[in-house]
């Protein structure tokens, strides 16, 4: 096979099929691709799937292995409205609320669940702030796998809960917050042998990074100036870094967009990581109302720092009463997302204000998760 994992501190490799979250020297494990030929595969699943239509650059396995629903192929919108609230000519929002269970994380999902399938696991596991239990509950039922969601008690939106409750998972609450349920459920992956599904798993990140792939395709490969994405376990930023490195790479895409992230104020280690230009470090306890964005201790941090770097981005901050006002422009231009996603609206509008984002770039926020999903901003 010519796919890989690597370490992506000592460039150690193990095998695809290896159960394993991070290397002995501690660093973060990646998925490698040793050939990228042409974006695009089109036959039998490739056909419907935005996600497998990618496969030989995410996980090359037969089709027969792959349990999808399927997913992706999500809109892009346009608002003059938005636009001038921003201050930008031209702001593009892809929806990912669109995905089957209602957020992004059925793209990284898919892949997971396919990848614990083909490993022969029995039990798959997460800890999550809402969508990422929904969202396996789901694909898990689909594989007929068991499947244990581990919820920070009080800090998950109850609609979220009751969707991963009706696909059949068993559900622990957590004392603490998403960061302990995080911990709690690493325990679990050693002690009762649960193949974990956070962002962690690279097979995760392998299924999020066709969002960008899928965008810039809906673009004619004409890619934006900036890309801004909400911040919680940074899953997505590293998984855009990753793509947008990669499909240059191949030359896929002749210009590199910049990235920018946002993380609520009450939950910005990274942010606070970035003004001290990732010197430092801090895990915090987080506090904010967007819910899935409430986190506190980014297990991604190493390579969302990596990507910012690579691609001279920016990180940036919004309250909840930002979020908040953001999140009404939104839904009232008719589009609507969850809180956490307007965070991107909020954080642009600063970035412009700032003069950090220039009103002639062309901008692309993706909103990560359905308006259906956490009615508490409303
Ligand atoms: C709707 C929504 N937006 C953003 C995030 C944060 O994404 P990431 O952990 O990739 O930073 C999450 C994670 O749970 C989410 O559910
Ligand atoms: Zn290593």
């Known amino acids: 096979m010519l796919s890989f994992q690597s370490c992506i501190r000592c460039f150690q490799k193990y095998d695809l099929n290896q159960i394993i979250y991070r290397c002995e020297c501690g660093g973060l494990i990646e998925i490698k691709h040793s050939v990228f030929p042409s974006p695009l595969g089109g036959e039998g699943l490739g056909v419907r799937s935005g996600v497998w239509r990618f496969k030989d650059y995410v996980?090359?396995?037969?089709?027969?292995?792959?349990?999808?629903?399927?997913?992706?192929?999500?809109?892009v919108y346009e608002r003059e409205s938005l636009s001038r609230w921003a201050g930008v000519d031209k702001l593009l929002f892809k929806h990912e609320g669109e995905n089957p269970t209602g957020s992004f994380k059925d793209r990284g999902m898919t892949v997971a669940v396919t990848q614990a399938k083909r490993l022969g696991q029995k039990l798959i596991g997460c800890a999550s702030t809402g969508n990422t239990s929904a969202s396996l509950a789901s694909y898990g039922a689909q594989a007929g796998l068991k499947t244990v969601i581990f919820l920070p008690e009080g800090k998950v939106a109850p609609s979220k809960i009751a969707q991963a409750i009706?696909?059949?998972?068993?559900?622990?609450?957590?004392?603490?917050?998403?960061?302990?349920a995080m911990a709690k459920v690493l325990e679990a992956s050693h002690d009762e042998g649960l193949y974990l599904v956070n962002s962690i798993n690279p097979f995760r990140l392998e299924g999020q990074k066709t969002i960008m792939w899928e965008l810039f395709e809906q673009l004619d490969w004409q890619v934006?100036?900036?890309?801004?994405?909400?911040?919680?376990?940074?899953?997505?930023t590293s998984a855009f870094g990753k793509a947008i490195l990669e499909a240059y790479e191949a030359g896929w895409i002749t210009k590199k967009p910049r990235i920018a992230v946002i993380q609520a104020e009450r939950a910005n280690p990274f942010y606070q990581s970035f003004l001290s230009g990732f010197e430092d470090f801090a895990p915090m306890h987080p506090d904010t109302r967007a819910s899935a964005i409430n986190i506190g201790n980014p297990v991604n941090f190493e390579k969302a720092k990596r990507v910012i770097s690579d691609l001279n981005g920016r990180v940036e901050q919004a309250t909840d009463a930002e979020i908040k006002e953001a999140k009404i422009q939104i839904d009232h231009s008719g589009i609507g997302c969850e809180p956490s996603s307007a965070a991107t609206l909020a954080g642009l509008q600063k970035l412009v204000a700032q003069k950090f984002v220039r009103p002639d770039e062309v901008v692309a926020c993706v909103l990560t998760g359905n308006v259906l999903k956490d009615p508490v901003m409303s």
């Not at 090359?60 to 992706?72: A, K, L």
């Open 59 to 75: 996980l090359p396995i037969p089709d027969s292995e792959i349990v999808s629903h399927p997913e992706g192929f999500t809109r």
């Open 166 to 180: 009706a696909y059949g998972a068993e559900t622990r609450m957590i004392e603490g917050d998403f960061d302990t």
């Open 224 to 236: 934006p100036d900036w890309i801004v994405v909400p911040g919680g376990n940074l899953g997505n």
